[in-house]
């Protein structure tokens, strides 16, 4: 095969969920992957054989289907440059090509694509001109050596015209382009108050069509002095809720008992690979007496808080009964960690032990850098005990077109300047790591989510520091929401997250999950649930009651509405 530079992967695939059509034009790799995805989603919805896929598409759409080419292309510079793997195709509802062009494409091809983009309304002027010269050039300088290399051109060519598709490369749609139109999302209040107790550093999950909440703390009231406050006392719990009707309601279905499961913690991770969910790490945290207090008076604060730190690894398929599968895993037991499952395997990085005295510890904290994966959460492997990024506690992390990616974090709760990240670094096995940008558009921050959603990477919430010295504990959490197609280009989309008036109403140490917006919403949505609150003014009696307990999604709305 001369001349062969590359390979040029297209699939046009449904989505049950949002009942959209999705293309992706790609390198061949990542359309394996993608592929391999699609097949799951469409057995997860119930969608099984290439027929059932067309007839959807076909109904929803008013369109044919092309399931899918993959060819071997002689790319010209200029189309590798347009097509960059992983770059997102979207749809525009245009007519198909008659079957006089799609069978003699070489009949003014150019002018048949150019009335196809230049019909879509979905297009702006740049957008249009980009997809544009992609037909033109592929046409002009594509490079191929047989007759059914030929004739899987002239079939791709009268294919793409037919649907009008848009290239959104860098530069074209950006990261929010018309066919990821994020502004078109809103924020619905699922439910107010949960009956689990509002709490912090919880961990919640979606197995199936159920939503789990699992452990976290809950503040103690607050304690005036002279025997308090007391920083970092807490209720901490172990037990496990389930939703079957998408975070409406909820039912406690494993009550805090350390005997008997996992003992209670916070600031733990749990993670699912297929049905089964796995619980690692985190902390409880304890209040004890100042041993000072017997010997002088004064003796400074009268209680101190202390913490065990975890590393052990429990498995559940039904949040009910739980697997101990090590009870002492080789990575040091640890809070604010981040974890992951990516490419089948448990990975978990990063994260902190001993208190802070910032929060009421006695010691020096310790944060981590090190990454460790494990197939069975028994045996595990050190991939590096510091990797590039700096040591960090409470960092985001997402798997995308074949990548794990980790974003901001802290290496501290307080200082000038915050002690914070907004870097992002992204991996293909954990040991070797890239730094994809040093400072995103988001401000640097801990305690915060990302997500990915429509093939983007979406992150808001978080702890902001007020840099105020006359007022340094005003609340001053980020009111922001982000999303980047590579993590390198952002773009902050209108509005609040949680349609928050102030800063004091944006959330961090919540968690999320991503799933079906079901019958409220379109598409698949963010939930989140529960959180944090409070500032780190100990002298204020009413910060312990700034933790949350409730439910949101964030979601394309319900047509109609």
Known sequence: MSNVKGFLAIAITFDPDSA?????????????????????RRRAQGVGSRRQLSKLATAAMGVNVVSMHVHRLGVAPSIAAGLAPTERVGIAS???????SAADPASRPHESARRATLASPLLDSQARSAWYNVVLNTL?????SSREADVARRRWIASLVGFGLLVTAAGSAGATGRGNDFDSYDWTEVTESAPWAGRAGLEAAAVGKSFFVLGGRSPNPWVAPPNGPLPGDSTLWGDVWRSDDRGASWTEVLATDDSSHWPARAYHEVVTRGRTMFLLGGQNISVVNNPACGWFEPCGPPFFQTSTFFNDVWSSKDGVDWELLTADAPWAGRAGLSAIVFKGELYV????????PAIGGTGERVVLNDVWKSRDGVEWEQLTDAAPWAARAG??????DGYLYLLGGEFGFVGFPPPYFNDVWRTRDGANWELVTESAGWSPRPGHTCDVLRDSIVCFGGFGQSEDPTDPFAPANPMDVWVSQDGADWVELSGSPWDAADPGAIKYDYDTVVAPAGPGGRGRAIYTFGGDRETFDFFDPTQWLNVDDDVWRFSLPKKGR
């Open 349 to 356: 990085m990063g994260g902190s032990y001993v208190d802070d």
């Open 20 to 40: 959209t059509l999705h293309t992706w034009c790609n390198d061949a790799e990542s359309f394996n992957r993608q592929l391999d995805d699609t097949r799951r």
């Open 140 to 144: 002009r300088d594509g490079a191929w």
């Open 395 to 400: 960092a985001a992390v997402v798997e995308k």
């Open 94 to 100: 245009t007519p198909r090509a008659s079957a006089a």
